[in-house]
């Protein structure tokens, strides 16, 4: 059971390039999510997929755009990459629509993009 | 979604007990209060939630009065492998596509 896997692991891109992280879960959960840590500022919440089919904006979803493909995938895209947007992004999922409930977050183990 | 606060940061020696306290006076009817740590370069890990009075597993307990206003995160003897970064988070099991808001956090660093 590999629970949440985000590739790749770690990216460099230069200023002006697109990008997807992908991000996988096998635990059959609903909602799904995408978050990015920079030093010193906690997660911060970019976007979220309550259910299948559906996606919100969380507190910084400037510059990115997401898919839920299906229940299993949801993928984060950079259009245009800019430097603000080094950070490690973080996949989760949950298995209550709800976002959080009594089993709460699953986690993956990160991508650390680097933007030049 | 309520607001939480927390301590930035702690210190501790190996062998102690280590009491983090969370404020969300905010705290509507229908939300549990979670707990999760975070190791460096790895994600966040569940490690508790209760909704009132006391919840206790193998890693950790938690204490949450009456009121709920607060609650107590208690990790029992520490040891240097919980230095960590520990996110209390509120939030309610009955809001359909809302999502879960982690603050800064608090960072512990045990000492031996």
């Known amino acids: 059971n590999a629970g949440v896997t985000q590739t790749p692991k770690f990216q460099v891109l230069k200023t002006g390039q697109s990008m997807t992280l992908q991000c996988a879960q096998d635990?059959?959960?609903?909602?799904m999510y995408w978050y990015r840590q920079d030093p010193g500022m906690g997660l911060r919440l970019i976007y979220y997929?309550?259910?299948?089919?559906?996606?919100d904006k969380g507190e910084v979803p400037n510059g990115y755009n997401v898919s839920r493909l299906n229940k299993r995938e949801f993928s984060l895209r950079l259009e245009s990459a800019a430097p603000s947007q080094t950070s490690v992004y973080f996949c989760?999922?949950?298995?209550?629509?709800?976002?959080?409930?009594?089993?709460?977050?699953?986690f993956g183990s990160g991508t650390r993009l680097t933007v030049v | 979604l309520a607001k939480t606060t927390q301590p930035i940061s702690m210190d501790s020696y190996e062998g102690q007990e280590v009491n983090i306290t969370c404020s969300h006076n905010?705290?509507?009817?229908?939300?549990?209060i979670t707990w999760y740590q975070q190791f460096p370069s790895q994600g966040p890990r569940f490690i508790i939630q209760?909704?009132?009075t006391k919840v206790t597993n193998e890693v950790a307990s938690l204490f949450i009065p009456a009121d709920r206003k607060s609650s107590t995160l208690s990790l029992p003897r520490v040891s240097l492998s919980d230095t960590a970064v520990y996110y209390c988070?509120?939030?309610?099991?009955?809001?359909?596509?809302?999502?879960?808001?982690f603050g800064k956090g608090t960072t512990l660093s045990v000492s031996s």
């Open positions: 635990m059959n959960h609903n909602s």
């Open positions: 209760g909704y009132k």
């Open positions: 905010n705290i509507a009817t229908n939300d549990y």
């Open positions: 988070l509120v939030g309610g099991s009955n809001q359909a596509g809302t999502a879960l808001i």
């Open positions: 989760a999922s949950s298995d209550r629509g709800q976002g959080v409930g009594l089993y709460g977050y699953t």
């Open positions: 997929s309550a259910s299948e089919g559906t996606t």
